[in-house]
């Protein structure tokens, strides 16, 4: 069960990491593409 929990928190924090870098893109005009890019390099280098 801990393992689950740990799980769940861990993916939670590299989603929160996914979504402030892609708004982070999005604030400086980037567009859709550059945007998911940066989000997933901001999840796998932050999370």
Same mark, same amino acid.
């Given at each position: 069960?801990?393992?689950?929990?740990?799980? &769940?928190? &861990?993916?939670? &924090?590299?989603?929160?990491?996914?979504?402030?870098?892609?708004?982070?893109?999005?604030?400086? &005009?980037?567009?859709?593409?550059?945007?998911?890019?940066?989000?997933?390099?901001?999840?796998?280098?932050?999370?």
């Amino acid at each position: 069960m801990q393992r689950v929990i740990v799980s &769940g928190v &861990g993916a939670m &924090g590299v989603g929160l990491f996914c979504v402030a870098g892609t708004v982070k893109a999005f604030t400086y &005009g980037l567009g859709l593409l550059p945007a998911a890019v940066l989000g997933v390099v901001t999840a796998v280098g932050g999370g």
